[in-house]
């Protein structure tokens, strides 16, 4: 058990660029999370998706965000045409998800700053 | 709506000191609270839950907090802190009819150690 991955750590980008971000559950959770941190503030729900299924989505996220997790597995989150207002920490959590006692585990976040 | 409030924003206390940072939160049902610890640089790591049963939980690290139904509460204590428990904290709340639902995140207390 590796924890919960996330790829970049970092990512600078210029405005109007598209970047994505890939998280890498603990493997065998079938429920993951996105979520958005702003500087000072506390972590804000994204979206999150069952296996495969996107199962809710915040209203923080605008078309100009999409996430995918194909195979139930690992996730992608795209921004498109960033904006300076992007610029945040972005979690991504995992969890069995089975009911009963269920844990949300956070990977270390990649931060992007949209120049 | 659910929502979460932590009225301290940055609390110093001395080295071997007891510690309680406060919580306070909005939910129609029984909720799932827990509560989180950010260092710099790292993800969000879970210090302790509470789903049910005894409303005095224990966590890791020597920290523990009681959920007080009457008052909303969810506060959070440790006895005798150390250099090493400076960090975030946010305490957040389960918003949904289950524990694998999201979470809505207070903004966070900062606690700075004097030595």
């Known amino acids: 058990d590796t924890g919960v991955s996330q790829d970049p750590r970092h990512k600078i980008t210029k405005r109007g660029q598209n970047v994505t971000f890939r998280c890498d559950p603990i493997?065998?959770?079938?429920?993951l999370y996105w979520y958005r941190q702003t500087l000072g503030q506390g972590p804000e729900f994204l979206t999150y998706f069952q296996n495969e299924a996107q199962l809710e989505k915040s209203r923080l996220l605008s078309d100009r965000f999409s996430a995918e997790r194909p195979k139930g597995s690992f996730s992608t989150l795209e921004i498109q045409r960033t904006e300076q207002g992007d610029s945040a920490m972005y979690l991504c959590a995992s969890s069995l998800g089975t009911g009963g006692q269920n844990i949300q585990y956070f990977g270390a976040g990649t931060r992007l700053s949209v120049l | 709506a659910q929502s979460v409030t932590q009225p301290d924003i940055h609390i110093t206390v001395s080295e071997g000191a007891s510690l309680e940072l406060r919580c306070n939160y909005s939910?129609?049902?029984?909720?799932?609270l827990f509560w989180y610890v950010q260092s710099p640089g790292q993800g969000l790591q879970l210090l302790l839950k509470y789903f049910s049963g005894d409303t005095l939980v224990q966590g890791i690290k020597g920290f523990e907090a009681e959920f007080k139904r009457s008052q909303s509460s969810f506060n959070l204590r440790k006895p005798s802190v150390h250099w090493s428990d400076a960090a975030e904290y946010f305490c957040a709340v389960g918003a949904g009819y289950s524990s694998a639902s999201k979470i809505i995140f207070g903004s966070g207390t900062r606690l700075s150690i004097r030595p």
């Open positions: 939910y129609g049902a029984t909720p799932y």
């Open positions: 493997s065998e959770h079938n429920r």
